[in-house]
């Protein structure tokens, strides 16, 4: 689905706010309106993967230094981008010397699992 918007900056990020009618699409196929929605995007034919997020009462699509330099655009220029719901599932392999530490120490690791789980209900509502 493509769109343009204006670039704009809350504190030091620059964002899009996306078109209600690609809101509801998004919403629609990611099976959910609330948490992070994982999304794939193409500007000037250069593949990125983003999350959107809800902050501040709206739907804001994050622009890294990347994709503006890709698009050659910044705050307060108009950006073109192509976006979809992304459903691969996004896995981050802990670091070996975390997973080792953990290991060794039984109450950090029940800390952990715990803010784990904390962080989970909180954008997943599970």
Same mark, same amino acid.
């Given at each position: 689905m493509k769109f343009s918007a204006r670039i704009y900056k809350i504190g030091v990020n620059p964002y899009v706010l996306l078109p209600v009618k690609i809101l509801k699409k998004l919403f629609k196929d990611a099976g959910k309106?609330?948490?992070n929605i994982p $999304?794939? +995007?193409? =500007?000037?034919e250069q593949a990125f993967i983003?999350? +959107? $997020? %809800?902050?501040?009462?709206?739907? %804001? +699509?994050?622009l890294n230094i990347p994709m503006r330099k890709t698009s050659g655009k910044d705050v307060g220029d108009t950006i073109e981008i192509d976006i979809e719901f992304d459903a691969t599932e996004? =896995?981050?392999p802990m670091h070996?010397? +975390?997973e080792l530490a953990l290991k060794k120490n039984k109450k950090a690791n029940e800390i952990f699992m715990h803010c784990l789980h904390q962080d989970k209900k909180k954008f997943y509502g599970t």
């Open positions: 309106e609330k948490g $999304v794939k +995007l193409i =500007i000037k983003q999350n +959107l $997020v %809800r902050y501040s009462g709206k739907w %804001r +699509l994050y996004r =896995i981050t070996p010397k +975390l």
